[in-house]
């Protein structure tokens, strides 16, 4: 049997306290130190990722907010733009990044149409993302090229029933809702006109104003240019309330269909596993943005009209959505390769 001398035993009880007194001095500093990391986010700049080329009607209204936020929060808010495939390249990096609130995603509802337009999207819409907020909705404006001889909408519904097959509209792209909506407006008259898909907004616009083709269901702020110089001539509004920067024309809803709602809405998600605090805080800071006076009045400009909601309301409007474009493009029979 190993003898142990009073000095060693002494030594290693001595070194037995100290590491106790280690263990407990470590183990409370670890929630202090995720504390003081929580309360100091951010503490570097935050990416804004947007699926959409600069300037574009989605991109207007992010950098108003990322401006808003930005100087809320102390921190820069960076739009990033990752155009490309209806929105899936900017949401499967967003869905991979790092969970740390550095790096958001300002999506629109391209992401409730995606699940049903593409077979290997790399995400999963449902899963893959915490919501943080519902930000603003865009109404979209039936706009006709100006030879088009009808200025009501019904006028319009009885022009394409005579007139069908000289007739095309354009889009933002094949199951953009700039599509879909027009789809489903033509679809409530029992109408089946042809298609054209452009790559945004802006070469859809330019040809209905050349005559190439007819109409167009874009967004306000898009549109707004051309019906201002008169080169469109805008018919209906796709909300269920008029928007400000066209007051005098009428929607859809009190001019012809009944409950007819489409909108191009936008909204915050983070990555799944991003803390629950982060994710309030952020909510917090779009909703204070969302009601401050000049966002407000720059959202008014563009015909934007701001919304905003909980995480939780956000998440259930995001799923009822997905459900309901689902049905929608099955009904248009729209594919994507």
Known sequence: ???????????????????????????ALVPAHSAFAQAGYPDKPIKLVLAFPPGGPTDLVARVLAQKVGEQMGQAVVVENK??????????????????????????????????????????????????????VIPLVLAVHPSVPANTLGEFFQYL?????????????????????????????????????????????????AGQTQFVTDTVNSALPFIKDKRLKALAVTSLQRASVLPDVPTVNEAAVKGFEVGAWQGVVVPARTSPEIVKRLNAEIMKA??????????????????????????????????????VVQEAGVTVQ
């Open 1 to 27: 049997m190993k003898q142990v001398y009073p000095q060693q035993f002494q030594a290693r009880s001595m070194l037995k306290a100290l590491s106790a007194v280690l263990f407990v001095a470590a183990s």
């Open 83 to 136: 155009p490309g495939a209806n929105g899936n390249i900017a949401a499967a990096l967003v869905a991979k990044a790092p969970a740390d609130g550095y790096t958001v995603f300002y999506n629109t509802s391209a992401i409730a149409l995606s699940p049903a337009l593409y077979k290997n999207l790399g995400y999963d819409a449902k899963t893959d993302f915490a919501p943080v907020a519902l930000t603003a």
């Open 161 to 209: 029933k005579t007139n069908g097959d000289k007739v095309s509209y354009g889009s933002a792209g094949n199951g953009n809702v700039t599509h879909l909506g027009a789809f489903m407006l033509l679809k409530s008259q029992g109408l089946n006109i042809q298609h054209v898909p452009y790559k945004g907004s802006a070469p859809a616009l330019l040809d209905v104003v």
């Open 290 to 327: 969302l009601g401050s006076a000049d966002v407000k009045a720059k959202l008014a400009a563009q015909g934007a009209v701001p919304l905003g909601s909980t995480p939780e309301a956000y998440g259930k409007y995001l799923k009822s959505e997905i459900d309901r474009w689902q049905k």
